[in-house]
Each structure stands twice: as structure tokens, then as C-alpha cells.
């Protein structure tokens, strides 16, 4: 079968926007190989910020992860913020990805998150047992990098302007629920 993302396949907007959007388990069936190692942190990291923008658009908190295998350089598991749209306090763009994932081992992967972790996600990462998490904001947020290089993982920080500027738009429109997203309802009050 002939895939549609192959080797020659340029790396646009387009295609990443393809890959965000696309169920992980049918990624196998959308690129090969070849287009996979192609793939640059840059490359995942834009895909995880397509997925920030799709929460976005669909009145949620713009964060979306990425979840990619270190030996294959295939992604094993993605997701944005649902807080609102599935009323969930915890479905993050980082426990989305990790539970689209789903029991793998993680030792042999990286997380690609548009947005620096809050506590709860940045725990998880290191109990799981990422061997690397790559942020792609620390200007609107940040702190728990130190935590997870203390508990041994790799951290690389890969600012990404679209996402920067899409976090402080969804902070100054929707203050309430950034803070209910970091803080919960309480904080609210």
C-alpha cells in the first residue's frame, strides 16, 4: 500500500495539521517510514500546537502533547485539553496524549507539550517514566521543568511563537478558565 505521506512528501502546515487531526492508530495507514524519521522536534512540537488550536476552537483550553517513539520516530500517542468539552478537570493535552498512548513503555519516548506542565502532568511524566519532555511554552507558564530534570528526565525547552501567542489570547479572553485549569473551581472564587 502506498502511503500518502512518504519520503517525498513535503513538510507543510498542511500535513502536520493532517497528522494532528488524524486518529494515532490510523497514522500507520496516512505515512510511512521514511516521512516519520523525517520528522523534527520543531516538526512535533508544531503538531502539538495544532492540537492547542483545536481545543481552542472548540472553547477549551489551548494545550495540546505529543507523545513520539525515540527508536522509531513514530507517534505513539497525542491529545489537546478537554477540561471543558468533556467537563473533565484532568483530561490535560499531556494525560490526553498519555491515555491515547495507552499502556507502552516510556522509558524509549518523548512528550511534546505546547505548554510548560502544570504539577499534575509533569508527575505524571516522571512516574511514567519519560525518558524526555520538550516544552514549547515557558512564557506563559512554567516552573515544573526543574521538577522533572530532578527526577531524571531530559527536559529541552522549544518556544514556539504560534503557541505562545495562542495561550496569552486564551489567558486574556478566558481568565476564569485558565485559572480553573491550573487551580480548579475553587480558585475561582
Not at 521514511?34 to 503538531?47: E, G, P, V
Not at 517514566?129 to 521543568?145: C, K, L, Q
Amino acid at each position: 500500500m502506498k502511503m500518502l505521506l512518504n519520503k517525498q512528501t513535503e513538510k507543510t502546515e498542511q500535513t502536520l495539521t493532517a497528522i494532528a487531526h488524524m486518529p494515532t492508530t490510523s497514522l500507520f495507514t496516512l505515512m510511512d517510514n521514511d516521512f516519520a524519521q523525517a520528522l523534527t522536534d520543531a516538526d512535533f512540537m508544531r503538531i502539538a500546537v495544532l492540537l492547542a488550536q483545536k481545543s481552542y476552537d472548540e472553547g477549551g483550553c489551548p494545550i495540546g502533547a505529543v507523545i513520539v517513539n525515540n527508536s522509531t520516530n513514530q507517534i505513539v500517542g497525542k491529545g489537546h485539553n478537554t477540561l471543558v468539552q468533556e467537563d473533565h478537570p484532568y483530561n490535560h493535552g499531556e494525560t490526553a496524549a498519555i491515555r491515547d498512548a495507552g499502556r507502552v513503555d516510556f522509558s524509549d519516548t518523548t512528550i511534546y507539550s505546547s505548554l510548560s506542565p502544570c504539577d499534575v502532568c509533569a508527575t505524571l511524566i516522571y512516574m511514567r517514566g519519560f525518558a524526555r519532555a520538550v516544552v514549547g511554552d515557558i512564557t506563559n507558564a512554567s516552573g515544573t521543568e526543574s521538577l522533572l530534570r530532578e527526577k531524571g528526565v531530559q527536559v529541552d525547552i522549544l518556544q514556539d511563537t504560534q503557541g505562545i501567542e495562542l495561550y496569552a489570547r486564551f489567558r486574556a479572553e478566558k481568565p476564569a478558565l485558565d485559572l480553573e485549569d491550573w487551580q480548579g473551581l475553587s480558585a475561582c472564587k
